[in-house]
């Protein structure tokens, strides 16, 4: 079974300052999908960022970019130009080209910016 | 566009009782799931529904049951509650296998349900 780790449960950013979110996955595919989910304190799910495994070039939304390494399974988020409202859970999550019904999550990472 | 909704948005029961969490989504999306939230672990996939009439497992699907009544809608079912069934459930959607964007699911805003 797929398993997504992510080793630091809480993390905290001075405002504008940029930090950088940890994830790994363990899997013996090739070919899958990778996530950051954002989960704000009203509960809601949103999706920040998704990446390809097929795709080496790395994905960039705005302020948020990851960085994509398949060889070391490793998969990390990096918030530029932090903001209070990026204050949040954010939980990676990994998907098999396979099957895409069956999205594993990591236990999550607390981000706290400070101001 | 509503998105993905959810009722009730917070229950308590008492152990044994039995209940039905409601999910719809207005997206027409072909594929839905039911997770569970719980401190410390991240989000399980309960059950999911790859297309209407169809429904599988998922990784905790023990103590549920599921039904996709129709196209939109898809529901979660406690036949008895138990304790350890206390957790956030959400409910989420996708275009399914055919969609070009079939990889990316969209949430409702969870149900908080405590056991006593």
């Known amino acids: 079974a797929q398993t997504v780790t992510q080793s630091q449960p809480e993390m905290s950013v001075q405002e504008a300052e940029t930090v950088t979110l940890s994830c790994t996955y363990d899997?013996?595919?090739?070919?899958?999908?990778l996530f950051w989910y954002k989960q704000p304190p009203s509960r809601q799910m949103i999706l920040v960022i998704r990446?390809?495994?097929?795709?080496?070039q790395n994905a960039t939304e705005n302020r948020f970019s990851v960085n994509f390494q398949k060889a070391a399974k490793s998969f990390s988020l990096k918030i530029s130009d932090s903001q209070l409202g990026d204050a949040a859970m954010y939980f990676c999550?990994?998907?098999?080209?396979?099957?895409?019904?069956?999205?594993?999550f990591g236990a999550g990472t607390r981000l706290t910016v400070k101001p | 566009n509503a998105g993905v909704t959810q009722t009730p948005k917070f229950q308590v029961l008492k152990t044994g009782q039995s209940m039905t969490l409601q999910c719809a989504q207005d997206?027409?999306?072909?594929?839905m799931y039911w997770y569970r939230q719980d401190p410390g672990m991240g989000l399980r996939l309960i059950y999911y529904?790859?297309?209407?009439?169809?429904?599988d497992k998922g990784e905790v699907p023990n103590g549920y049951n599921v039904s996709r009544l129709n196209k939109r809608e898809f529901s979660l079912r406690l036949e008895s509650a138990a304790p350890s069934q206390t957790s956030v459930y959400f409910c989420?959607?996708?275009?399914?296998?055919?969609?070009?964007?079939?990889?990316?699911?969209?949430f409702g805003p969870g149900t908080r349900l405590t056991v006593t």
């Open positions: 997206m027409n999306h072909n594929s």
């Open positions: 899997t013996s595919e090739s070919d899958y999908y």
């Open positions: 989420a959607s996708n275009e399914g296998p055919r969609g070009l964007s079939s990889y990316e699911q969209y």
């Open positions: 990446q390809e495994a097929y795709k080496q």
């Open positions: 529904s790859a297309s209407e009439g169809t429904t």
């Open positions: 999550a990994y998907l098999p080209a396979y099957n895409n019904n069956d999205m594993r």
